[in-house]
Antibody, heavy 120, light 109 residues
């Protein structure tokens, strides 16, 4: 059974970079069949897909249109984890952030979620 | 505002059936058979109920079923039980992007 454990700060200052990590157990970040996503949920915007990484002989990265210019997702095979780095954050980035394992075109397993507040 | 439209609330009595709709466009639901549904209880993480319009992952009761017609997908919960009271969200693949509905709060009367 796949488990995802998230870590990261709950408070980030405006204009700084938000960084979160998702540690994978029960699967590999280098899996040839899974994808590794980040999704967030806020009262204003609801659920919003942020991006994903996947390995199919090489690494692929895809980012959502709302954060494309500010987001980087980095896999770390040595620690079997992946991370989110969202720069130039504003209060609109305040949300619960989830990592999720993608299986096919669905989000099969989810991390526990981290509430991130952007405030000075 | 969410890309997919769901009714904010739905309700049904114990043992009855309820259907929740999810309306998108030809860019998402109408173009792909990749609609998924999630159950979200307060304080927990979302749980995948349905993938690819109508496929149930192992462990999901067959009381949950999905369907799609044109740009609208539906989730039907049959034989309502008290533990089905939760928020339900739809999602659709939209061409290297995923979109979500705003959620439907299901109340079991």
């Amino acid at each position: 059974q796949v488990q995802l454990q998230q870590s990261g700060p709950g408070l980030v200052k405006p204009s700084q970079t938000l960084s979160l990590t998702c540690v994978i157990s029960g699967d590999s970040v280098s899996s040839n069949t899974a994808a590794w996503h980040w999704v967030r949920q806020s009262p204003v915007r609801g659920f919003e897909w942020l991006g994903k990484t996947s390995y199919r002989s090489r690494w692929y990265y895809h980012y959502g249109p709302s954060v494309k210019s500010r987001l980087a997702i980095n896999p770390d095979t040595s620690k079997n984890q992946y991370s989110l780095h969202l720069n130039s954050v504003t209060p609109e980035d305040t949300a619960v952030y989830y990592c999720a394992r993608g299986w096919g075109y669905a989000f099969e397993s989810w991390g526990q979620g981290i509430m991130v507040t952007v405030s000075s | 505002q969410s890309a997919l439209t769901q009714p904010p609330s739905a309700s049904g009595s114990l043992g009855q059936s309820v259907t929740i709709s999810c309306t998108g466009t030809s860019n998402d639901i109408g173009n792909y058979n990749y609609v998924s549904w999630y159950q979200h209880l307060p304080g927990t993480v979302p749980k995948l109920l349905i993938s690819e319009v109508n496929k149930r992952p192992s462990g999901v009761p067959d009381r949950f079923s999905g369907s799609k017609s044109a740009n609208t997908a539906s989730l039907t919960v049959s034989g309502l039980q008290a533990e089905d009271e939760a928020d339900y969200y739809c999602s659709s693949y939209a061409g290297e992007n995923w979109v979500f509905g705003g959620g439907t709060k299901l109340t079991v009367l």
